[in-house]
């Protein structure tokens, strides 16, 4: 085989892998976290949620808003566990003791411990709730 034919199929080759690599294409999943209602939430929190593959593939990250809870992130179909994080905002004076309340939820649904999880699909838009008063996410 001459050498541009040898480049050739190293080409082609090269095109199918990396075509293989980009994945499926990611989709719109929104929806709502709801927090146990003895807690609080003030409009300058931040409420992080991680969005981590069961096998390989990105993580993914959203803020929801600690008004209402609401959220979107774009992820990839696959199975995911979801980490949760409250934090108050360092500037109010009753922040530690704020966070010291968060601090039960940030143990439960931390990465890597978190039981929340969800299956992505290919419908290009999805509506969950990430209820962290009963432990579960449902399709809303």
């Given at each position: 085989?001459?050498?541009?034919g040898?480049?050739?199929?190293?080409l082609?080759g090269?095109?199918?892998?990396?075509?293989?690599?980009?994945g499926?294409?990611?989709?719109?999943?929104?929806?709502?976290?709801?927090?146990?209602?003895?807690?609080?939430?003030?409009?300058?929190?931040?409420?992080?949620?991680?969005?981590?593959p069961?096998?390989?593939?990105?993580?993914?990250?959203?803020?929801?808003n600690?008004?209402?809870?609401?959220?979107?992130?774009d992820?990839?179909?696959?199975k995911y566990?979801?980490?949760?994080?409250?934090?108050?905002?360092?500037?109010?004076?009753?922040?530690a003791?704020?966070?010291e309340?968060?601090?039960?939820?940030?143990?439960?649904f931390?990465?890597?411990?978190t039981?929340?999880?969800?299956?992505?699909?290919?419908?290009?838009?999805?509506?969950?709730?990430?209820?962290?008063?009963?432990?579960?996410?449902?399709?809303?």
């Amino acid at each position: 085989m001459s050498r541009s034919g040898l480049a050739g199929v190293c080409l082609a080759g090269l095109l199918v892998f990396f075509a293989g690599c980009g994945g499926a294409k990611p989709v719109s999943v929104t929806g709502v976290v709801v927090v146990p209602p003895k807690i609080s939430l003030k409009e300058d929190d931040s409420v992080q949620l991680s969005f981590t593959p069961d096998g390989s593939g990105q993580s993914a990250a959203a803020n929801a808003n600690p008004k209402n809870g609401s959220f979107s992130v774009d992820l990839a179909p696959g199975k995911y566990k979801i980490g949760v994080a409250i934090r108050s905002y360092a500037g109010h004076k009753d922040s530690a003791k704020r966070d010291e309340e968060f601090l039960p939820l940030n143990k439960a649904f931390k990465v890597g411990v978190t039981k929340l999880g969800y299956e992505v699909t290919s419908d290009p838009k999805q509506s969950i709730k990430v209820d962290l008063v009963t432990g579960n996410v449902v399709k809303n």
